[in-house]
């Protein structure tokens, strides 16, 4: 009997699966393949409800979504908008543990494993747990926040084997030390990923680099003064830096947020320093939402290259 109600099951998925397939074929008929490196824009927006999904970023290689790179609130449904198979998505990128990064993991991982109908092995990477103990150690490192939603007493733990087998090989990058160099996470087949511990606060917190075919894409997630030095190490003549765009220029932004975020001028100048091809400001709030002439003027303080704001959905070739 339950053999029964296990293939009625997988049976049952499968047509849903098959859904989305025939949905992702024709939103992409007629499409041309891009070859090399490509962003998919999942969320742009940050923590509030303001119409945008949380953080998040989709890397094509090839024309195939490989990368994750954050999973905000909304993230899953901008993922179905986008009409993007997931078959071969099998590295993601956390750069903090915020809800407003990483809210939306599990449900991108089950629409992953109900479309595959074979065994998958997602490779997860994102930083070590706070420092200290009792009440300071606020966050949990990468190996115990995937433990804990999809390990064998997780929240989530029947998604290992409720559609297809899924196993998760975390690796938790360090983010402590005052002068961190670059480490090399997935080398393969012309795929090259590169990190670098930053700092948000209290929140240790991930900066990324993905190169493919010539092209680099730098992600800074959300990095304060203390994470400039590790930016500029990592990003360095980057062909694509997304930057996050949190706060105005002081005094327009609560001062308690700039102990955790990057002003738009010092994101110029970081660009310039970096010499970077072109600037994405992402993880838009509401406030620079309202003032973007504003925030484009104090980026061009010191970056003259190309810069635009972030929107869901948006697909940029770098």
């Known amino acids: 009997m339950a053999r029964t109600r296990r293939a009625a099951l997988l049976a049952a998925l499968s047509w849903l699966a098959g859904g989305r397939a025939a949905a992702q074929a024709a939103a992409g008929a007629g499409a041309t393949k891009t070859t090399g490196l490509e ?33 905000g609130p909304g993230t899953f449904a901008r993922l179905g908008d986008a009409g993007l198979k997931l078959d071969e998505v099998d590295t993601v990128l956390l750069t903090h543990l915020h809800i407003d990064h990483a809210g939306g993991l599990p449900g991108i991982v089950k629409a992953r494993a109900v479309s595959a109908g074979k065994p998958i092995t997602f490779r997860v990477f994102g930083p070590t747990g706070s420092a200290g103990g009792g009440e300071r150690a606020r966050f949990p490192a990468t190996t115990a926040f995937v433990d804990g939603l999809f390990g064998p007493r997780g929240v989530f733990a029947y998604v290992r084997d409720f559609a ?155």
């Open 39 to 71: 962003l998919v824009v999942l969320g742009s927006g940050g923590p509030g409800a303001t119409g945008r999904a949380g953080a998040g970023y989709l890397v094509l290689i090839d024309g195939a979504p490989r990368v994750l790179v954050d999973a």
């Open 164 to 318: 297809a087998p899924v196993r998760f090989k975390v690796t938790d990058v360090s983010t402590r030390g005052r002068n961190p160099s670059p480490k090399t996470l997935v080398d393969e087949k012309g795929l090259l990923v590169r990190a670098i511990g930053g700092h948000h606060g209290d929140a240790p917190a991930v900066i990324y680099r993905v190169e493919h075919g010539g092209k680099s894409i730098s992600f800074s997630g959300d990095i304060d003064a203390a994470g400039h030095a590790a930016l500029l190490k990592l990003a360095q003549g980057s062909t694509l830096l997304v930057a996050n765009a949190v706060v105005l220029d002081p005094p327009g932004s609560p001062q308690v947020l700039y102990g955790l975020h990057t002003a738009p001028r010092q994101i110029g100048e970081l660009a310039a320093q970096a010499r970077v091809g072109r600037l994405l400001l992402s993880h838009v709030s509401p406030s620079v939402e309202q003032a973007q002439k504003d925030v484009m003027a104090s980026v061009r303080q010191h970056y003259q290259g190309p810069v635009g704001f972030a929107n869901d959905g948006q697909r940029l070739a770098p």
